[in-house]
Nanobody, 122 residues
């Protein structure tokens, strides 16, 4: 089992940057593909970044490609999301999640953090 705790959310101006961090408990962190997702009010949860177990493979949807970067440290059991050039459309609750398989589908992720709010003001 993996427990996930996100941190780093907050209020930022249009064009600004934030770095989210997700701390994982358990000795099996390196066995999981990690993903960052977001959910805005009235919208479905969507993927914003996925990273493979060793960190050698990443995925980003077009909406964040070139602005967001996911990374992981399998010694410290941390997965980070660096977000640059933020705009108001990025406002949402951001979640980290873990799954044994390479997938971008939220329903396929087994473990979820509690979420952290990111608000981008115009």
């Amino acid at each position: 089992q993996v427990q996930l705790v996100e941190s780093g959310g907050g209020l930022v101006q249009d064009g600004g940057s934030l770095r989210l961090s997700c701390a994982a408990s358990g000795r099996t962190f390196r066995n999981y593909v990690m993903g960052w997702f977001r959910q805005a009010p009235g919208k479905e949860r969507e993927v914003v970044a996925v990273i493979s177990r060793a960190g050698s493979r990443t995925y980003y949807p077009d909406s964040v490609k070139g602005r967001f970067t996911i990374s992981r440290d399998n010694v410290k059991n941390i997965v980070d999301l660096q977000m640059n050039s933020l705009n108001p459309e990025d406002t949402a609750v951001y979640y980290c999640a873990a799954t044994p398989e390479w997938t971008m589908t939220p329903g396929s992720y087994h473990y979820w953090g509690q979420g952290t709010q990111v608000t981008v003001s115009s």
